[in-house]
């Protein structure tokens, strides 16, 4: 229980981590809409969405893992962690060039960048859960996942469906 | 219960794509919601997580008024 509510206060500061960065976000397309909407609409939606729907995916498998008290359920949330990691890499990959294109496209690199290394924890939390250690910390991890996916629920229409 | 959020996400996640710009974000809003009311099982939440919660909502907020209140009235 103790250790629940460490990872609440942690989760709070993650909110002012991300919450300063949501609010630069929203000072620079204040003063920039049309630069926001071009940069926007260079961005793959359905990578996007594809995106959106494995991480809320494996949200899922990991909840399960704990109303069933079942760690064979963080395989797929593992794996579905690992599709996530590849689609950001080749978006990152195909998006490279327009790194000096102007406040969206520095957003986009940080923002996302500061996401998928919260993945990669989740990830190396999961395979240590899945090796047999940690164990009774499940719920705490699941909790630390669970935010992991409302920062992206929040980027996905911030950097994909930025209206013209 | 926990299925039943994980399509009511995914069908909101469709809708999010449809509807685009200002619409995607208040259903955002409701997606962590959900998320935090089944998932993270705030239902189940002492007052004391509660609290913790809404004081961290409260300092975001206060951050973001001030900065907002600032931008818009010039």
Not at chain 1, 39 to 49: A, D, F, I, M, R
């Amino acid at each position: 229980m103790v250790s629940r509510l460490g990872m609440w206060v942690f989760l709070g500061s993650e909110m002012m981590l991300f919450g300063a960065l949501f609010l630069a976000y929203t000072v620079g397309r204040l003063s920039d809409p049309a630069g926001f909407a071009l940069g926007s609409h260079q961005l793959e939606v359905s990578l996007g969405t594809l995106n959106t729907a494995l991480l809320l995916t494996s949200s899922w498998t990991v909840a399960l893992a704990v109303e069933r008290r079942r760690r064979w359920l963080l395989v797929p949330s593992l794996l579905l962690g690992l599709g996530f990691l590849a689609v950001k890499g080749y978006e990152w990959h195909s998006h490279w060039s327009h790194l000096h294109d102007g406040i969206f496209f520095w957003f986009y690199f940080v923002m996302t960048g500061l996401h998928a290394v919260h993945v990669m924890v989740g990830l190396l939390a999961f395979t240590l859960l899945l090796a047999g250690f940690l164990v009774e910390e499940l719920a705490v991890v699941a909790l630390y996942w669970h935010l992991v996916d409302i920062i992206w629920i929040f980027l996905f229409p911030c950097l994909y469906l930025v209206g013209s | 219960m926990t299925t039943l959020t994980y399509l009511a996400l995914m069908l909101l996640l469709a809708l999010s794509v449809y509807a685009s710009g200002p619409w995607s974000l208040a259903i955002s809003v409701i997606k962590t919601a959900l998320v935090g009311y089944v998932f993270m099982e705030l239902r189940y939440a002492s007052r004391l997580l509660l609290l913790l919660g809404l004081g961290a909502l409260f300092w975001v907020g206060l951050m973001y008024w001030l900065t907002l209140t600032d931008y818009w009235t010039r």
